[in-house]
């Protein structure tokens, strides 16, 4: 196998190459679709079920509504309809026929009455939906997510990071008070720190979008932000608090305490398989994925040590299943490979580049020690442990191993926040160091295009925790009241 | 609350009301497509949880391939294309924008070089692909499946029955031979067979459709019918010998072990949220649904007696906590409904429409007697076991609650298995009795045909398992070597 491309030549080529050889995905024939192959759709299962179980404890519940809809109801919210009917999938007939007996033609027959649109998110669905079940206070909260796919059109597209459809979650509450739907709002921000951090392994910033960048139809966007081995910053996940702008556009109204009709209130909120290019990105280096091993969809794979297309001694293969079993008793994610195709060397690489976190391997002079030789994806390093350790020591090697690539990420990322007070010196850490830098702006939309055209960086968020800090701005020097967080990203 | 409509009354108005007022789904405000609502999705997702186990512990991984497919691709598999250009979903743009400033039109501009349709199901996209990761036998079998959306234009829908969009799996494996191949289509019919009879309790017949209702590109379809409590069959799922139809089509070979180049052999099967409707009409009774435990969403659940609008006394309170941590360490799904709007009595009557198998109830005279109330959804038995047994007797009762059920679905189904060697006599028994009716049929199309325009009843299959009969064709008298089967359907 050629080695990768290393990220200080090409990163981009880099990221490209680890996504199709570590076989998480590959770009199918549709232009700007992509195929999630066995291991990268096993990642994303992975990372769903710990997210769907984090959210169900905090009360929320799955429902599934349709995948099109309507035109007429899609351009009930104004803003929002004009950023999502911008690239969408427009749907107009519901017939193909054959021309001459022979190519096949859309049927001017089955033209629609009136056009659907895929899903590029589904609040007007739902919200039209909501106005029927919600009456009462008794009706509210509700707190629904849903799991599924949504499409918008891409131009310039990557594996996982930009795709025209993607999958992802998406949630839609209403709630009695406005008070209520921000600390919804803030509940799931925290439940996305907690996923990327304590499972993904990705330290992020909590912010709140500039108002130009904010979810169309909402009144404010929390995110939080990671920052790239490139230093570049990646959006990981959105939670809007849309105030009662949907509940107005679609008049949905409920009966208070007292009596009173009032509008509902209402937040969304969405991470979708984008997040993969975040993993990949943060953790991964030139010989591959490394993946932490909360997340990773194998924990441990054992290889018996024996000559190409043969099978492994009687000993070696006893002791793999022994090994096996007694890891999967303890709830580990484990595989057995011993498929007689490939030699041991090319399976060492092979599990490398999937970032299985811990090999296993065992060859006579294991057989002969009482012990195997264990590889740590994260470190590179080998250590042995006797067989009758392994099955205390590997779940606390799994948690060391954890621990030690968020950690890695953290100092990673802690290097990289910077602050800049002069435009000059601003320019040069985004071109040279990149990262998070803090910077003060002076609340404009045209001060934002400006930076953006002259740096590529953009305003990425306001830091939950900002301090207030007066200062001028960077670029106009009029009076700014706080930094913000500027980077090029993804 | 009004009682449900009487099956014996109107039954398609029974189970329209039985799927909305037990929260399973509903219509949305678009035609054809319906709402998954919480209790609803749940339930999908615990026959998802279980079916996916089966297929992994039969070598099956999951991947996910783009929701939209190329015209161009979509017509490469003649018969294919046929049946399934009739009714898609084709999308011709990519853009709304605001004609006049108001009314929101399709930008003539954004006309798609090439139109594109929703996946119906992903053959074509699929092989389009195989054939980039299939070149040696070294690369077989595949066998992937996707759990995910598809979409049929359908005139007239049912909820869950059938409806324009629906979530299903949808399996494709790819073989060296012609044998391996015709294995898998039975391996995944049986396991159909077991999820449909260990899970669902609803028993089945395994049979093969005749050619004219086969799958559009297919050798051969196997299916799973299953009879309703009306005496009307449902197709529970089908898994299909695709023969080399599609590796031909998309010029899918391999080098076999003895350097030679052949054509794939192919399978595709798949189960969708379809299924729910035959769970529904095989179990239900006037009061509502009847879910056998195993793919219950709740086992159990616990009501506190009290006031309304009161929360229950702190003995009630603690000894309901007691018996729900009890039983949810025994793996059981427990919900505890304290909640204060509602009365004991309404909770009885909501639980008992959403078929919860299990009721336990506990009031004052409970705590006096140390025992609880138990009532068996199935039967609608009361039986009373006292508090230091409920851990071990609650296992046990939801065990027999789910043979229960299958043997009433089985009796049902074993009276309705019936033989017919007249017409006339066939005509009435499928009008009155209704079931599946061996007779016996001449093989041809026509025959069938004729059969179902005076009697609306189709071939619904033949008979796996068949004995070989000589006979003359219950409509045309020509000869005939086996008996098939007939019913009406949904």
Redesign the interface.
Known sequence: MNPLTKRSENYSKWYNEIVVRSGLAEF???RG??????YG??L??RMKTILDKMLKLTGH???????????S???KEKEH?KIF?????????????KKNQEE?I?DPD?KLQE????RPTSES?IW??YKRWIQSY?DLPIL?NQW??A?R?EMRTRLFLRTT?F?WQEGHTAHSTEKEAIEETIKILNIYTNFSEKFMAIPVLQGIKPYMDKFSGSEKTYCIEALMQDGKALQMGTSHFLGQNFSKAFDVTFTNFNGEKEYVWSTSWGVSTRLIGGLIMSHSDDKGLILPPKIAPIQVVIIPICYKKQHPPTSIHEISIKILNSLEKKGIRVKYDDKT?WTPGWKFHEYEMKGIPIRISIGKNEIQNEKVEIFRRDTCEKIYISWINLKNSIPKLLDEIQKNIYKKAVQRTQKLILKSDHYNDFKHKINHSGGFIFAHWDGTKNTGKKIQEETEATIRCIPISNEKEKGKCIYSGKPSLQRVIFSKSY
Chains 1, 2 share one sequence.
């Open positions: 199918s024939g549709v679709f992509m195929i999630l192959k066995p759709y096993s994303w299962d519940q799955n429902v599934y509504f349709p995948l099109l809809i309507p035109k109801l899609f351009s309809t009917s911008e690239g969408c999938a427009v749907i107009t007939h519901s017939r193909l026929i096949l859309v089955s056009e659907l649109v895929i669905i039209k939906t008794r629904f599924g796919n499409l059109w459809e999958l195709i």
